[in-house]
């Protein structure tokens, strides 16, 4: 176990900005490809950004290319998700994974 925690969840209007955080308490994350997904109720959870071991390998889903940053601080051993202009379709649970380990999730909700 990893002990995935998530964070930086909250409720936003449309347009908002959010930072989710990804900390591991049982392992250092530095050596790990860490990936970002979402889940909506009754729908499988999907990928929504990546990062490989190096900052320089991320991937993103068309549906946030151009609104979401993915990074990592190995000096604090966390992974950022960073969620610009926020829309509704984008309120769902976030999780963070390593592998086969997830975190609990953090809600996003995007509403007016």
């Known amino acids: 176990q990893l002990g995935l925690v998530e964070s930086g969840g909250g409720l936003v209007q449309p347009g908002g900005s959010l930072r989710l955080s990804c900390t591991a308490s049982a392992s250092s994350l530095e050596n790990y490809p860490i990936g970002w997904f979402r889940q909506a109720p009754g729908k499988e959870r999907e990928a929504v950004s990546c990062?490989?071991?190096?900052?320089?390998?991320?991937y993103y889903a068309d549906s946030v290319k151009g609104r979401f940053t993915i990074s990592r601080d190995n000096a604090t051993d966390t992974v950022y998700l960073q969620m610009n202009n926020l829309k509704p379709e984008d309120t769902v649970v976030y999780y963070c994974?390593?592998?086969?380990?997830w975190g609990q999730g953090t809600q996003v909700t995007a509403v007016q």
């Open positions: 994974n390593v592998q086969q380990y």
């Open positions: 990062i490989g071991v190096s900052d320089s390998t991320t």
